[in-house]
């Protein structure tokens, strides 16, 4: 990719992010690196057990518990 002359140079915007994504993989510990459980993105478990399963609570989280709350309602409600 050439931009501006410069035969590596990246866009503005991705900048920070390769350089996040090349300081975790060299320096980071990637045993705490886990897929969301809902939206599939990456993050760091930064919990004291290591047992966080979503990216963010407010998002993936409230959402997959409400699923589970649904299923288990329907479940009791066709028996």
Not at 15 to 25: F, I, K, N, T
Not at 44 to 59: Q, T
Request: aromatic share 6%; proline share 5%; with cysteine.
């Amino acid at each position: 990719m050439v931009l501006a002359g410069r035969p590596h140079a990246r866009p503005g915007p991705l900048r920070p992010v390769v350089h996040a994504a090349v300081q975790l993989l060299t320096t980071g510990a990637l045993d705490r690196i886990k897929r969301c459980g809902g939206c599939r993105f990456l993050f760091s478990d930064e919990s004291k057990n290591r047992s966080r399963r979503w990216c963010s609570m407010d998002d993936c989280g409230t959402a997959e518990k409400s699923r589970r709350y649904v299923a288990v309602r329907r479940a009791r409600t066709t028996r």
